[in-house]
């Protein structure tokens, strides 16, 4: 992804072209959290560590401090973290005035190692899992959202109430309406552009006022950095344009959701390891056992892949959200679908992942599914065809987060995969999720109970 190098930085430095660095990490939440730097500053000691509070890793969505993680806590007195510039990231800001950016990895303050819990390291760690087995993880991810007419200090005013999006129509690959979106969607795609992302494409999506974009495939690492960073483009420069973008999977009851669904594939020096051209469906052997470990463990997975109360209201028969764990040919009603039969380029996409997820996570629990099932050597069913809302024989997917927190916190493979100490941290994580919603009184509660309970 790089598109500015250290050298290139000084000399734009040095021109006056760059005067600020955001030294960037990503959250719990798949947010950027972090430091603007003068450019002075960062080329004289930024560019080697900075610090931040370790309860960057210990917040929820509202940056509140919950007990509770064994990481970090009022008693223990948040101390630091180091934060570590990844300068293969190092990119332009272009919708931001004389700005460049680097992400940077979560080490620890004492010894510099890495921590296990940063979303970043938990993927980097079931990459070096599956480079120890020969193969280099690729993956793309898919980005749904929806552009609202008005700022996001309107909508906060108006208590989220009467939310009209930028486009009033289904819009599902029209030109004509996502015209009127231009002014947002082209400035994304040349700015991720410049940042040295490969973006494929915008589209309308198929609810009234959705958008998707596409970047190319990449590395698991890669995609995820992408996926962050084209998440944060939308919508600062949606807010720059004087409207708003949401990642909420389910804003509203009756309209369809956004997803993030994930492409997957695994590539040696010879090429795309999922291949064979004898194969059925050109699958090869290793393709067949890692997908089976992703239908396996498909339940264990689903806490990385819908972390929030809101992630659940997506899963809906009839609205292209998958509520089955099974595979499929070409089949858009099945959690995973096998894209690019019978080509070099087959691969598996899930789509059972939300909008609202942090890439690294789901990605890294796709890897240890997947890993799981070739190390098993777990046996693929036959794909399902037809309609698959309607099958009754085929396993859901988890509907509440609360039984996703509960297969999450029991799942061996996770906590052989991931280890422990990564598993009771997001487990504690969906725990806080339950415990503030379970404290809300909703509007469906007044409207339903005000008067008639």
């Given amino acids: 992804m790089t598109a500015l190098t250290l050298d290139a930085l000084k000399t734009k430095a040095a021109s006056g072209e760059i005067d600020t660095v955001l030294a960037c990490a990503v959250d719990m939440q798949g947010r950027l959290t972090g430091k603007r730097f003068h450019v002075s500053n960062f080329l004289e000691t930024g560019f080697e560590e900075t610090h931040c509070c370790n309860y960057l890793l210990a917040t929820d969505l509202e940056m509140a401090t919950p007990d509770g993680y064994a990481s970090t806590s009022w008693a223990s007195g948040y101390g630091d973290y180091v934060m570590k510039p990844d300068l293969s990231t190092l990119c332009p800001v272009p919708w931001l005035e004389g700005t460049a950016m680097v992400l940077c990895d979560y080490l620890d303050h004492h010894d510099h190692a890495p921590v296990p819990h940063s979303p970043r390291q938990i993927l980097k760690a079931q990459m070096d899992r599956a480079a120890a ?5 690729m993956m793309a991810t898919e980005l749904e959202f929806f552009l609202f007419a008005k700022t996001y200090d309107e909508i906060r005013a108006s208590d989220y109430r009467d939310l009209e999006t ?20 082209r400035p994304v795609r040349n700015a991720l552009y410049a940042m040295g992302i490969p973006v494929e494409n915008t589209k309308g999506e198929a609810e009234i006022g959705q958008e998707e974009l596409n970047i190319r495939y990449g590395d698991a690492l ?6 962050t960073l084209a998440k944060h483009a939308i919508k600062e420069i949606a807010a720059q344009q004087g409207h708003a973008a949401t990642f909420l999977p389910k804003w509203r009851s009756d309209k369809v959701g956004s997803a993030a669904h994930i492409h997957q594939s695994l590539f040696n020096d010879d090429g795309n390891v999922f291949h064979d051209a004898d194969g059925a469906y050109s699958m090869s052997q290793t393709m067949r056992h890692y997908v089976a470990g992703l239908l396996k463990y498909a339940p264990d997975c689903m806490l990385l892949m819908a972390p929030y109360i809101n992630s659940y209201k997506r899963f809906v028969p009839g609205t292209f959200a998958p509520t089955k764990t099974a595979w499929s040919i070409d089949n858009r009603t099945a959690g995973f679908r096998l894209v690019g039969e019978n080509t070099k380029g087959v691969r598996i996409e899930c789509r059972i992942p939300g909008s609202d997820m942090n890439p690294y996570l789901a990605c890294a ?5 997947g890993l799981a099932g070739i190390e098993e050597k ?10 698959l809302y309607s099958m009754t024989d085929i396993p859901d997917v988890p509907h509440t987060l609360a039984r996703a927190t509960q297969t999450f916190r029991n799942s061996d493979m996770l906590r052989k995969a991931l280890g422990d100490d990564v598993v009771d941290h997001y487990t504690r994580a ?5 415990e503030d919603f379970d404290r809300a009184v909703t509007d469906y509660e007044l409207q339903r109970g005000f008067e008639r309970a």
């Fill in 430 to 434: 969906a725990e806080v999720e339950q």
């Fill in 222 to 227: 890669a995609a995820c950095d992408q996926h």
């Fill in 365 to 369: 629990g796709q890897l240890a599914a």
């Fill in 133 to 137: 087995m020969g193969f280099t993880p």
């Fill in 378 to 387: 777990l046996d693929l069913p036959d794909p399902v065809q037809g309609d």
């Fill in 166 to 185: 930028l486009v009033k129509y289904n819009q599902d690959y029209s030109i004509q309406f996502t015209s009127r979106e231009e002014h947002v969607m």
